[in-house]
Structures are given as C-alpha cells and as structure tokens.
C-alpha cells in the first residue's frame, strides 16, 4: 500500500470524519459477518453527517408514495449532504492503493461529482438553464459564500493573529478563473456584436461552434493544471499541516477500508446520488411554483449551498484553525475544477447527447461571475486576511443573491426549452418592437 499525499479538499472533508467504536463489531462471531459489518460502520457512521443519512431513504420513499414534488426536492436536497462528503472519503480511500499521483487525478474527477450528475440528468432532460445555473452558482458559492465565511468567522476567532497564506496557489486558481470566464464571455460577446449588426456570422449556430472549441481549450489548460499540481510544482499546492487539538478528527494515514470494498460502496454511493439528483432534477420547476422563486435563484443560490455543504463545513472549520492555506485550496479548487472541467465538459457531453448548450451564460450571469473573480483576486492579492475581507466577500454574494431573487420567469415556458436561434431572433423582435413603442411616444 502506499502513502496517500493529502490534499486540501482530503483535510477538508477529514474534519467532518469521526472515530468508529468497533466494540460491539469485534464481539461478532462470523468472521465475514464481523468485517461486513465493520466495513458498513466505518462507511455510514464514519462521518458526523451520518444523522442526515436518514433523508436519502425519506425520499425514496416519498418518491414512491407520493407525497409531493416538494418535499421530495427537500429531502433530496439533504441527502446529497452527506452522500457528497462520502464519495470523497471512498475515493480517498481508494487513492490509498492507487498512489498520490492517479488518486490526485481521482479527486480531480470526483471532487464535484454530485455538479456533474446533477448536470448529467438536466441535460437529458434539456434544462439547459438549470445546467448553467447551478454550474454558476457552484462557482460564485466557493468564491464568494465559502471563501468569505471562512475569512470572516478565521478572523473573528483569530482577532490579533497573523493569518497569512500562500498567494502562488491563489495566482494560479485566479489565472484559470479569469480564463474560463473569457471562454464564457466570448459567445455572449459574439451574440451581441452579432445582433446589433456589427459583424456577421457564417451560420446561425457559429455561437454553439465557438463554445465548443473553447470548451476543448479549456479542457486542455484543465490537463495542463493537473499537471502543473500533481507533477512538476506539487510543493504549492501541498496544505499545512494540522495539530491534534484532542478532538475525534481522523487522521487518515492508513486505509479503513479494502480496494475492492470501497470500490463497490462507490459505485453504490454513486448509484444513490444519481438517485436523489434526478429527484432534484425533475421536482425543481415544482419548487419553483410552491415557493414562488425563480428556477435561476434555486439552480444559483439553494442548490449549490446545499450539495456543497459538507466541503464548505471542513473549510471553514480549518479557517478557525489559522490554517487559510487548506481553506484556499479547497474554495478556489472547487471553483476552478468546476469552471475549468465540469464546465466545458458539460457543453461536450451535450454535444454527444445533441443538446444545444454553449458557454452563453447572458449577461447577468457573465457579469456576476466576472465580477467575483475580480473581487477574489484583489481580496487575495496581498497574502494575509482579516474578517473585513470575508465580510466584504459575503456582501458581494448577498447582492447577486438579492439579484436572482427579484428575478422572475418571462412566461410560463421556461428559456432552456427555446433553441439558441430562437433566443437571437426573439431578441431581435425584441430591440424592433422596442424601437416601434419609442417612435410611436415621439
């Protein structure tokens, strides 16, 4: 076996991790019994977010027995919490056998993969705008919400500290975020060069060709990242170590679990959160008319504090401990993994799939997602924090959030289910009867 190179998300998600007490397992007779048995404690009640397990069997069975699209988007909600903190513990622990190097690439692959299923089932669905939403949002969440707490509350408990950090690792997450939002920007750009009659294109889907070239490119600046961190400059991106406080966190330098065990509880836990992101996936217009919010403002704002929840907890606790370090690595990764990979992936997959998603987010959300790059990188710029930072950051993301709030659906069909050709001549018609009302006020 060899030893594992923790990460910043591996020490994040640690620090939701708890001791089990095998007394009781050691006092089975059956050896096979004894070491299932073993094996389901450390998996299920290996982690402090095990009272939410009871959530994913709630809405299985509110699935079934009908109890309302409702509650089965909320309990669907909750169980991704804990499912997402376990997936990252099993493909840790599969990492173990694999070595440092392919359990990197493993944690680059799965460390947002509840995003990517989610995104997976909306695609087949064609929700294009929930895809695009919650990818957003997931990205201005670790920028902004997750970042920004963390320096908040680390600076409030650390008042009269010190609280420096590596600024290398935050310049190279910033360099690849201000490049996936130029990828972004682009076809936007495009639309509106090409609407207000300043250029022309070759054919009415030149937008949906340039998004997945640049998707192809930014999936290749994505293998370049990989590289750059796994191989050639790994000392920047290694996290500080972290003292014994006496508490029960786990110090993960062996693995609990077998090769073949974890691999089939991954699949499982993968199965599980399928599972429960269709039930998101298909109750989210639901929740969008009982609770009277914009399908934007959940897919944005609710969706990725949610399913993010457990990665968020294990870096804001590492910000009480002085340790910002883990907490950049784990907010800018997650935002950079999902910009740089789940992303473009998610415009490629959908071109297999014959989805027409592009990398046009409109206006409101490029800007958004520009603007908080912007604000992170300047936060960031001077390598120490202090709580005035995080709040400022946490105010950023309270007037986006304020935004999407106000925001409300044009009609009763929703944007994603119009082609992209659509969308252009509606905007067209739009600017036409716009200047028709002007002429017939004068």
Request: with cysteine.
């Amino acid at each position: 076996m060899r030893h594992l190179g923790r990460t910043a998300h591996n020490m994040s998600s640690s620090s939701l991790r708890k001791k089990s007490d095998t007394s009781l397992v050691r006092k089975v007779p059956c050896a096979a019994l004894r070491g299932f048995l073993s094996t389901l404690q450390e998996v299920l009640f290996g982690t402090k977010l095990f009272v939410l397990f009871p959530a994913v069997l709630l809405a299985v069975v509110a699935r079934y027995m009908r109890f309302g699209q409702v509650w089965l988007f909320v309990l669907s909600l909750i169980g991704l919490i804990p499912l997402a903190e376990r997936l990252s513990f099993l493909t840790e622990q599969i990492a173990f056998y694999t070595g440092p190097t392919v359990g990197g690439l493993l944690n680059a692959t799965f460390g947002n993969v509840t995003e990517v299923i989610i995104a997976l089932f909306a695609l087949r669905e064609g929700k294009i705008t929930v895809v695009k939403c919650s990818l957003l949002g997931s990205i201005l969440s670790n920028l902004l919400l997750v970042l920004g707490t963390s320096l908040f509350f680390g600076g409030l408990a650390n008042l009269g500290v010190e609280q420096p950090y590596d600024r290398k690792q935050a310049d190279v997450s910033t360099g690849l975020l201000i490049l996936g939002v130029l990828c972004q920007s682009m076809p936007l750009m495009l639309r509106y060069a090409v609407s207000a009659g300043e250029h022309a294109v070759n054919s009415d889907d030149s937008g949906l060709v340039l998004s997945r070239a640049c998707s192809v490119l930014m999936i290749l600046a994505y293998g370049a990242y990989l590289y750059f961190q796994l191989k050639t400059h790994r000392q920047l991106f290694e996290p500080q170590e972290v003292e014994d406080d006496g508490d029960d966190l786990v110090s993960e330098d062996e693995a609990v679990l077998g090769f073949t065990s974890a691999m089939v509880w991954l699949a499982v836990m993968t199965v599980i959160t399928a599972l429960l992101s269709e039930y998101v996936v298909s109750t989210i217009e639901a929740a969008s008319e009982s609770w009277e919010l914009s399908v934007s403002f959940i897919s944005i704002i609710l969706i990725p504090i949610v399913g993010n929840a457990a990665e968020h907890a294990g870096a804001i606790i590492f910000a009480f401990k002085n340790k910002l370090d883990i907490t950049l690595g784990v907010s800018l990764g997650s935002a950079t993994q999902i910009s740089m990979f789940v992303v473009p992936l998610s415009v490629l997959v959908a071109w297999v799939m014959g989805v027409p998603m592009d990398l046009d987010f409109n206006l409101l959300e490029t800007g958004s997602l520009f603007l908080a790059i912007l604000v992170t990188s300047f936060t960031l710029q001077d390598g120490s924090s202090h709580y005035l930072k995080g709040l400022l950051l946490l105010l950023c993301y309270a007037v986006i959030g304020v935004c999407f709030f106000v925001l409300r659906r044009r009609s009763g069909r929703d944007s994603y289910s119009l082609p992209p050709i659509f969308c252009s001549n509606h905007l067209q018609l739009h600017i036409v009867f716009s200047h028709l009302l002007c002429f017939d006020d004068s």
